[in-house]
């Protein structure tokens, strides 16, 4: 069954979350040059609202900015009361909003990790869960859930992001064959690296994963996701590097792929010298004294 909305008439509404910066913010361009009324959410007001003037003055289209911290327990309450209240009833929902963390899980912040997982989780599903009765009733209309190619693998050294990133993938990808009658779409979006706020966010170093790696950019990779979304994929990923790299995750063993990883996040193995073996000579010789024997 084909997606109603792209024949209906009439204003078309989405709500983007994450529409502050990066991926959110090119998504609520590209929404406003085909006349999207949008609403727009994430915890910066200054930067939302400076998104929503831009798009109306640019476009003519509606655009309303709600201040939100999605990882509150309470948030999505809010946004469904907010949205009432406003009569809008989103016919596109983008879950934009999310962030990572580069280390270690034993080294990072437990509460942190926990709030990715509220945010990249939770808040994602909450909202696909509570905005899709509308879409089913109307038969038009969909979801774009952010995952990413770290949905495709284990991820060491971002662990706890790699596996928020999968259930994404694996509930955006569920949810499509199960309302692929209804005539919606369901969409997830996997990039590879894209340059925007997430790397000092995650407080990504210079990694192999940034330095071999080619970055998209925000406003290519929304451009992909949308042109997908209106093809009806239930997987879009974005670029030729990133189809290969998760084609390639499908033939290494997982062994393999979590050695990769972990050269690619930067991760200090436990079986990789701590010092470089000539410091670590050094050292020995400066405790015993004696000149250190090579290996
Ligand atoms: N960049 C990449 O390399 C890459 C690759 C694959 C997938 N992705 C995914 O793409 C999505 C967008 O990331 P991006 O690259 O555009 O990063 P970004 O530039 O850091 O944007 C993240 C957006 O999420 C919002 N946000 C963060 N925490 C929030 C919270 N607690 N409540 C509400 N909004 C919150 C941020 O706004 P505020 O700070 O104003 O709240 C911002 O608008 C994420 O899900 C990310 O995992 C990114």
Wanted: glycine content about 10%; overall charge positive.
């Amino acid at each position: 069954m084909s997606n109603a909305i792209w024949t209906r008439t009439g204003p078309k509404r989405a709500l983007v979350t994450g529409a502050s910066g990066g991926i959110g913010e090119a998504f609520a361009r590209i929404l406003a040059e085909e006349g999207w009324d949008l609403f727009l959410v994430a915890r910066r007001e200054e930067e939302l609202n400076r998104v929503a003037g831009v798009v109306h003055a640019e476009y003519g289209v509606q655009a309303q900015a709600f201040p939100l911290d999605l990882a509150q327990p309470q948030a999505t309450d809010r946004l469904m009361q907010r949205l009432r209240a406003r009569g809008f009833a989103p016919d596109v929902l983008i879950n934009a909003a999310g962030f990572g963390l580069a280390g270690p899980a034993t080294a990072l912040p437990r509460e942190r990790q926990l709030a990715m997982i509220d945010l990249n989780v939770r808040a994602t599903t909450d909202l696909t869960l509570r905005l899709l009765p509308h879409m089913r009733a109307q038969k038009a209309g969909g979801v774009i859930n952010l995952a990413s190619t770290a949905a495709f693998m284990p991820g060491p050294g971002m662990a706890v992001y790699y596996a928020t990133k999968a259930h994404v993938l694996s509930f955006t990808e569920a949810l499509a064959a199960e309302l692929q009658s209804d005539g919606l779409t369901i969409s997830a979006l996997c990039p590879g690296p894209v340059k925007t706020g997430f790397q000092a966010t995650a407080g990504m170093r210079k990694t192999p994963l940034l330095r071999l790696l080619p970055m998209s950019s925000p406003g290519g990779v929304a451009r992909d996701g949308w042109q997908g979304f209106k093809e009806g994929r239930a997987i879009i990923v974005p670029g030729l590097m990133n189809k290969l790299s998760i084609q390639a995750t499908r033939l290494l063993p997982r062994a393999a792929l979590r050695r990769i990883n972990a050269f690619f996040t930067g991760l200090r193995t436990p079986s990789r010298p701590a010092l470089p073996r000539k410091k670590a000579m050094e050292k020995k010789e400066a405790a015993t004294g004696e000149p250190a024997e090579k290996a």
